[in-house]
């Protein structure tokens, strides 16, 4: 049986690769990433991200806040996970492979909807001294991305597994009462 894939999750697992690897690339870098480290030029558009979002920036660096790079390891695990989905899906044609792009869209979902929480029950205390238009661009917007695309993949892929459980289940039940005869 073919693997059904969807080419748009296809699309944005392939598109933000490279993004999370570059933003796990400045978390694991800093301090040289930041403004004023000698590997700031590779990531120049972080300048103004680390004074967005303190989680980012140099309070959260001189605090030996752990969660900004716990997430950006468990980043670099969700990117490899949807990169090998990719790979299975299209190219090895493994039918179990819309699993992996599942959980792989659950885990960013789900640590997503954290990174969002924590702000909540922080006071949002990373985000929080930003102007309302600053705070939608630079934060709202794109971190509102890493919910919506990954939630409607979960449902896409969700209801993909539930049409193949459902047809395995048939075939089974089929099969069963054939023996019983």
């Known amino acids: 049986m073919a693997v059904k894939t969807h080419a748009w999750i296809t699309f944005w697992f392939v598109l933000t690769a490279p993004v999370v690897l570059w933003d796990a690339g400045y978390c694991f870098m800093r301090p040289r990433s930041m403004l004023g480290g000698d590997l700031h030029w590779i990531w ?8 967005i979002d303190y989680v980012y920036g140099i309070k ?24 090998a989905y ?8 493994w039918s179990p492979a819309p699993l ?20 909540y029950y922080c006071g949002f205390c990373a985000i929080g001294h930003n102007t309302v238009s600053d705070l939608i661009i630079y934060w709202i917007i794109p971190n509102g991305l890493w919910i919506v695309v990954p939630s409607l993949i979960v449902v896409r892929l969700g209801k993909d597994l539930a049409a193949s459980l459902h047809v395995a289940e048939r075939a089974a039940t089929k099969t069963a009462s054939g023996k019983q005869k």
Not at 44 to 51: D, F, G, R, S
Not at 65 to 70: V, Y
Not at 88 to 93: D, K, P
Not at 100 to 119: D, N, P, R
């Open 100 to 119: 992996i792009g599942f959980v792989t869209a659950s885990m960013t979902l789900s640590k997503t909807v954290l990174y969002w929480a924590q702000e």
């Open 44 to 51: 120049k558009p972080y300048e103004i991200y680390q004074n």
């Open 86 to 93: 990719v790979y299975l899906a299209h190219i090895s044609g």
């Open 60 to 83: 959260a660096l001189e605090e030996n806040n752990g969660f900004t790079n716990a997430q950006s390891f468990l980043n670099i695990v969700e990117t490899f996970m949807s990169l």
